[in-house]
């Protein structure tokens, strides 16, 4: 079992990768001693994982109940994190009691959030299922929900006391969601590791086999970058926007579809549109460009999509909550492996972006 260290003070936590749930609950004893379990997952997770997950815990002396909701980013909503709320009072949780997430982003932003409130904050832990919420979401204590077209606008930071990664758990992964997680796989390579971004390349077959050792060395290493920058900015005032790379036109582009486009096939067209920009401007090569473009190719993702309204994708990124003194903040590549911020990002330059990703 591999271990990662998340240094945030008196709320770090551990980062564990392995290959099956056997450990969670002995690795969850030495965070704190819980009588009541809650775990929180979707209707697809809950098909493949909540019989399992509520034999080990029970298994392991914990008064465990289950709770889930309907898959799908139209589940992040007020009335889910209402119904979690209820479910912990039903189960009659108290500050001593703990909320697992069992599931995808989706799943790790609702429990999150709802642990967030719930008598002011108690624990959870964080069991990412899909690569996306592998790779990233799980780590990094961002919770929220998405509100008038809004992506996330409304949330909390709550960290976890601890993230078990189960790799196997992608075996079950349709390939859309896949494809979906590795956006995120993807970003991080082009943020700080141009090493890595070059293995995505080279290991391309091993990853689309799915295999174990492979799928581990990636989650070490995305979590690896992700723990680096929360460490160092977890309120997100200053480097932990650099995780943002693809999300300022990426979110309001899965906004604009009615979520029908998952969130890593949003990103990878972010990441494009980004790219396109700095590329414009003389900051990112035409082969770097075509680089970025070939990789997401090799991974299945779409490079163009159906914007007919431009003018409503550009009414969404207003209402994003990546400003600053009222001004979008974007965050451009200047070679792969390296990004910085700017705020300076023309309208005309998001008309370009725009027309580069849409058709």
């Given at each position: ?122 624990d959870f832990v964080q069991v990412p299922t899909t690569l996306l919420s592998q790779s990233d979401s799980s780590v990094g204590g961002k919770t929220g929900i998405d509100f008038m077209n809004a992506k996330n606008i409304l949330g909390a930071f709550h960290q976890p006391k601890l993230v078990y990664i189960n790799t196997s758990t992608l075996k ?188």
């Amino acid at each position: 079992m591999k271990k990662l260290f998340v240094d945030l003070a008196e709320k770090s936590y551990n980062i564990y990768f392995d290959v099956d749930f056997n450990k969670l609950c002995d690795k969850i004893s030495e965070v704190g001693q819980y009588k009541k379990v809650l775990i929180v997952t979707d209707t697809n997770v809950e098909r493949l994982y909540g019989a399992e997950a509520v034999r080990v815990f029970t298994a392991n002396g914990y008064d465990t109940e289950i709770t889930r909701f309907e898959a799908g980013e139209q589940s992040k909503s007020i009335d889910t994190i209402m119904s979690i709320c209820a479910a912990c009072i039903e189960h009659g949780m108290d500050r001593k009691s703990l909320i697992v997430a069992l599931g995808g982003g989706v799943v790790g932003d609702m429990a999150g959030f709802a642990a967030a409130i719930y008598m002011r904050g108690i624990d959870f832990v964080q069991v990412p299922t899909t690569l996306l919420s592998q790779s990233d979401s799980s780590v990094g204590g961002k919770t929220g929900i998405d509100f008038m077209n809004a992506k996330n606008i409304l949330g909390a930071f709550h960290q976890p006391k601890l993230v078990y990664i189960n790799t196997s758990t992608l075996k079950t992964l349709p390939e859309r969601e896949f494809v979906s997680g590795m956006g995120e796989v993807i970003k991080h390579g082009m943020i700080r590791n141009r090493a890595f971004f070059d293995s995505l390349v080279k290991n391309h077959d091993s990853i689309a086999a799915l295999d174990n050792s492979v799928l581990l060395d990636i989650a070490y290493t995305n979590c690896s970058i992700k723990a680096d920058v929360v460490s160092k900015d977890e309120f997100e005032n200053g480097l932990r926007a650099d995780l943002n790379f693809g999300h300022t036109i990426g979110h309001a582009v899965e906004a604009y579809s009615g979520f029908r486009l998952t969130h890593g096939e949003c990103v990878g067209m972010g990441m494009l549109a980004a790219a396109h920009i700095a590329n414009k401007r003389g900051i990112f090569s035409d082969q770097e460009l075509k680089g970025l473009e070939n990789v997401l190719k090799m991974y299945g993702f779409s490079l163009k999509t159906e914007i007919s309204d431009r003018g409503a994708v550009k009414d969404i990124m207003q209402r994003d909550k990546k400003k600053s003194a009222g001004s979008l903040k974007f965050v451009l590549p200047e070679k792969i492996g390296s990004v910085f911020q700017c705020t300076d990002v023309t309208e005309k330059e998001i008309d370009e972006a725009l027309d580069f990703i849409g058709k």
